[in-house]
């Protein structure tokens, strides 16, 4: 618990390093078995910042689907590899396609996992700590913005659901066909509604002179302590002994 509570106290820069370090390993690794290290490591550090993994992975069930297309194109379209099913001539599912497919999920749940971390700060500490890099507030600002609407725009697609299904509509029982053009007429009140929203938090900074002077004065200022040092550091070296140990 002590443990935890100092990783939650980490400094929101600190947090944005980790996040850099786990999403690039991501991208550079090619090999599954690699790319499972680097995940089992990122949930390692979810866990040390209070996030449960659970939760996360129950709402990446869709990678799954994305799992089984990819497997497929990559099966079809590629060659290599030993075939496990076979349409006449071609291979549907080989071990090369299962491999990249794999690795596609991997890495998105990488990402997925090590973005988690920085919920753990708010989105004001967020835009401090952006600040304090030098980073133009208006930029900080559109990062903790976007981090916010995220939510936004998930509950703005369940409320459409919800008030689909209490027309009676059942999607589940739809053919995949119809289901589609559902959702491509669902779509535009979606967007109508996030874009009421941007419009409504335009408003709410202008009026209170969001941009009126050119310099900032901020309540807080953030100081990161020794152990932010340590944990940040640690992790860019151990990014840079990993990849001088597996090429």
Known sequence: MILTERFTGLDPRTKLVLVMVLSSLGVILQEVLLLGIVWFLTLSLAALFGVGWRPILRRSRMLFGIFAAMAIIQSVFTTGGHGFLWLGPV??????????????????????????????????????????????????????????????????????????QLRGVALEQLPWGRRLRVYSYLLMPMIAGVMSKSKELALAVEMRGFRAYSQRTAYRVLRPRPFDYAVGGGMLVGMGLFLWIVY
């Open 91 to 164: 291979s549907v599912i080989s071990s090369l396609g299962l491999e990249r497919a794999g690795g596609v999920v991997l890495r998105l749940l990488i990402v997925v996992v090590s973005a988690s971390i920085m919920a753990t700060s708010s989105p004001r500490e967020i835009v401090q700590g952006l600040s304090q890099w030098r980073i133009p507030y208006e930029l900080a600002f559109m990062v903790a913005v976007a981090i916010r609407f995220l939510p936004l725009l998930r509950q703005e697609a369940l409320e459409t659901l919800t008030a689909l």
